[in-house]
């Protein structure tokens, strides 16, 4: 089954502790990348990717890394989690091409507090 | 200004009728455009896209696009109760066409 799968799906941690989600996906996908969702706001992009070890910001990057050392993962790295960064962060995948849809894992729901 | 500007609603609709949901865009450089549905709890999921000017039909769901405007919608004939979820409409960014902006939703109920 082609699916996009994020771990884990729900996390609570404390302030300053290091985190990473990782992210999956089977459909040979070139483009990667990571939204964070809250209330009123919207999806935000946060990082994504066009391939193997091409990584580039995307509007809301501070606070996050990234790295793409396989073309199937994408993991999301806080450094140094603060409450603000609390929030349902989705990580979505796609083929090349401007009209390529995204498909979305499910969403890994983030408490810091 | 956001990127992306959606109202948030709610939006109510009776079943069977026409469902009309709207986005602005800011980016007149953006070249694709999108409408993903979001059940509550549940990950976006595409309906349709368009990136010509005009009408795009498919089954129950139109999308139309008006560059000079900046205007996108989705209408959605036959509302049924189980259209009734959030609609993000999203685009590309005009200089760079690998980020993505989102409106903030329409939620839509469908009333029975």
């Known amino acids: 089954e082609a699916q996009v799968t994020q771990n884990p799906r729900y996390l609570i941690t404390v302030t300053g502790k290091k985190l990473t989600v990782t992210c999956s996906q089977n459909m040979n996908h070139e483009y990667m990348s990571w939204y964070r969702q809250d209330p009123g706001l919207g999806l935000r992009q946060i990082y994504y990717s066009m391939n193997v070890e091409v990584t580039d910001k995307g509007d809301v990057p501070e606070g996050y890394k990234v790295s793409r050392k396989e073309k199937r993962n994408f993991p999301l790295i806080l450094e140094s989690p603060s409450p603000n960064q609390t929030s349902l962060y989705f990580c979505a995948s796609s083929g090349q091409g401007l009209l390529e849809t995204q498909y979305f894992g499910p969403g890994t729901r983030l408490l810091v507090l | 200004q956001k990127e992306v500007e959606q109202n948030s609603g709610p939006l109510s609709v009776p079943e069977g009728a026409i469902a009309s949901l709207n986005c602005t865009y800011s980016d007149r450089g953006s070249q694709s455009f999108f409408w993903y549905r979001q059940y509550s709890g549940k990950s976006p999921e595409l309906i349709m896209f368009i990136y010509s000017n005009g009408d795009k039909e498919d089954g129950r769901f139109t999308a139309q696009l008006n560059k000079a405007s900046q205007y996108v919608s989705l209408l959605i004939r036959d509302s049924q109760p189980s259209d009734s979820a959030t609609y993000l409409c999203?685009?590309?960014?005009?200089?760079?066409?690998?980020?993505?902006?989102f409106g903030s939703g329409t939620k839509l109920n469908v009333k029975p």
């Open positions: 999203a685009v590309n960014g005009g200089y760079n066409f690998n980020k993505f902006y």
